[in-house]
């Protein structure tokens, strides 16, 4: 009888790449050779000549625990590529920091040279608007924005500014120099805000996601609201919860939560 495309049998070389994949995705802790073994009950010699392949190619990598591998760092790329699953994960964190602070809470994320916000929790639909899932974040204009761009590697930042710059309200700044400047003070404190330079009466706080030290983020948490509520309320105070909150984004989304920043007691 023949096999139709949809049935045929799983076997092969590839069939047994992915096994091993999907067997250490479902371990944070990392699998060894000798439990990868028993596992997939397949020869110590096939598990470390698959093993030795997929390092090489950085889909798998030496663990925290003796002898363990995890997830490489190339494969954890691909998969934050698809934001389904981190709207998922997000959904719980932002709800409890919008229900805590009385204000829209949302995540952005740079996609190439733009950036668009993924998801948000609002308790208020009028502010709501201005972060949708999918809306752009001008570079120039928004806290997130201001922010993933001032962190970027100066090329990518040259790309990012190469969209056309609109004066949006009388705060805009469009002046590169101004701009540079204020992507200076960005990197040097650590996060950005955002006094009515999008839209007028709107006063935004952005604080990065770091999934892995040391490597510039593409994702970004923002609080947002009118300026005489929001803005009214202290800063290192708003700071100090969306500082935890990014640090949770961050061992949430990064894979096996090995490399990120974990969050401070509170």
Known sequence: MTQTRNHEPKSGPLERYITILEAVVSSPEGLT??????????????????????????LVEPGDRRGSYTLGRRLSQILQSDTAWIELASKRLLKSLADETGETCFIARLYGATIRSVVMESPDASVGVYVMPGHPLPPHATATGKLLTALQEPSLREAILETE?????????????????????????????????????????AYPIVLVPGQPPIYALGMTGPAERIGAQSVPALLQKLEHTAAEFAHVFAPNGKNAIKPKPR
């Open 165 to 205: 710059l609109n004066q949006l309200t009388p705060r805009t700044l469009l002046d590169r120099s101004q701009l540079e400047e204020e992507y200076r003070k960005i990197r040097e404190q650590g996060y950005a805000i955002e006094n009515g330079e999008h839209v007028r009466g709107l006063f935004t706080i």
């Open 33 to 58: 050779i000798r439990e990868l073994e028993t596992m997939l009950d397949l020869p110590k010699t096939t598990v470390n000549r698959l093993i030795a392949a997929l390092s090489a190619s950085g």
